[in-house]
């Protein structure tokens, strides 16, 4: 089922729409200079791709790292990435991921990084199951 969007859907610079996908411009460019991804011309003539395009574009091109762990889960959100760094107390550490171009952080005890092995250039998968995610716009968007 479609929905209908009442809001004005934004138009996104090529650079922009670059940094959404994490690629670069010129593989954007490359993109749409091929038809593999539909653009227009804004007021000051610059190629831009209507954010529903970009939208639908993201999610049928996603291709994630396979899981590593092949494990059977009920959390959706898995992120593959590389441990960059740990920080470990006696008691407690910070695991930091990086995930494409995001970093996950994580606190959890260190028995358990110490269980799991984790330390810097270990490939780990961040699990993300929660029940509220905030969603925020830039400022003045509705």
């Known amino acids: 089922m479609r929905m209908e969007v009442s809001a004005m859907v934004p138009a996104i610079r090529i650079k922009d729409a670059a940094a959404l996908l994490g690629v670069s411009d010129d593989t954007v460019r490359r993109w749409v200079d091929s038809g593999i991804l539909p653009s227009s011309k804004d007021d000051s003539g610059r190629k831009v791709i209507a954010g529903d395009v970009l939208a639908a574009f993201a999610r049928e091109h996603a291709a994630p790292p396979p899981d590593p762990l092949g494990v059977g889960s009920s959390a959706r959100n898995r992120l593959v990435g590389l441990v960059t760094r740990v920080t470990a107390d006696r008691v407690m550490s910070e695991v930091q991921l990086q995930c494409g171009p995001f970093t996950v952080v994580s ?19 961040a699990v993300v ?14």
Not at 107 to 125: D, H, I, K, W, Y
Not at 129 to 140: D, H, L, N, S
Request: hydrophobic share 45%; charged share 15%.
């Open 129 to 142: 199951k929660a029940t509220t995610v905030i969603v925020e716009t830039p400022q003045g968007a509705s």
């Open 107 to 125: 606190l959890m005890s260190t028995e358990s990084v110490r269980a799991l092995g984790l330390e810097p250039g270990v490939v780990a998968v």
